[in-house]
């Protein structure tokens, strides 16, 4: 009988400046599943009403805006109820600004367990995607009672919303790909990370519509891949302008610039992070 010989699995360091290894992010996609599922629960857990914050805050911020920006400021909504534009923005932008937030402190706050165990330290950058997704998918329900009490019924157009969805998560993942290893090294980032994103907040089209800035400046923008997204959303769930082509592949150019060359600097930085941290 021949004798069992003990299976063994030798890590090696990834070459610098490399794209991740996609491969081994789907052979553990299990633990990202935990993850996702862990910090949902800790999210929620030990507070009065739960998950139902996901449900008030952006409420909350809609009455807000509504009244500041729909009622005594007048902004344009393309013909559509101020609440439901707003909101139907808003949405998904809380999406992609909650995703940042909590993805930039993610590696800074998982010294223990990157020093105990191996695991692609990607997954850390990944999960707060998905819990805010889930966190996402309850909000949702407001807007689904707004488009019933305004009367409002998406058109064909709705199949497109997956994929603005999904370029909103991509954008967040392309930023967090930088900011996080940053983070690491200049805790500088994540005390200035909130007034960053309050500042990209009012540069990107949520409170108004793209046409209410001028023609000859759309193209600048388009840099902020968010424009395209909320354009986008607008035009899927409210029956607005249909997003411009040309500022659509301007955003996706813009995240795939950022996105690519992030995911190297992050593997570089990987070899390295946790005598930083």
Not at 41 to 46: D, S, V
Not at 122 to 150: E, R
Not at 176 to 185: K, T
Request: hydrophobic share 55%; aromatic share 16%; proline share 8%.
């Amino acid at each position: 009988m021949s004798e069992l010989v003990p299976r063994r699995t030798l890590i090696t360091a990834a070459s610098p400046w490399a794209l991740p290894d996609f491969g081994e992010l789907w052979r553990t996609r299990e633990l990202l599943g935990l993850l996702i599922v862990s910090e949902f629960r800790a999210r929620h857990r030990q507070t009065a009403i739960g998950a139902s914050w996901a449900l008030i805050q952006p409420v909350v911020a809609m009455i807000v805006f509504s009244v500041v920006f729909g009622y005594f400021g007048k902004f344009p909504s393309e013909g559509r109820p101020y609440p439901i534009f707003f909101f139907s923005g808003f949405l998904v932008w809380q999406l992609f600004q909650k995703s940042v937030g909590s993805a930039v402190p993610s590696l800074a706050m998982s010294a223990g367990i990157i020093g105990k165990i191996y695991f692609p330290r990607l997954h850390l950058l990944i999960a707060p995607l998905g819990t805010n997704f889930l966190d996402f998918t309850m909000s949702a329900l407001v807007l689904l009672a707004l488009h019933l009490y305004f009367g409002v019924v998406p058109g064909w157009q709705i199949v497109f919303l997956p994929f603005f969805i999904l370029m909103a998560l991509i954008a967040a993942f392309a930023a967090a790909v930088w900011l996080a290893p940053l983070n690491i090294f200049y805790r500088d980032v994540q005390v200035g990370l909130p007034s960053l994103l309050q500042f990209a907040f009012f540069v990107t089209p949520v409170v108004y519509p793209v046409s209410f800035v001028p023609a000859s400046l759309r193209w600048v923008l388009y840099l902020n891949p968010m424009t395209a997204v909320m354009e986008g959303c607008h035009w899927c769930l409210l029956g607005t302008s249909p997003p411009d082509p040309v500022g659509v592949l301007i955003s996706v150019g813009t995240t795939a610039a950022f996105l690519i060359p992030g995911m190297m600097y992050f593997t570089h930085t990987a070899r390295t992070m946790l005598d930083r941290i």
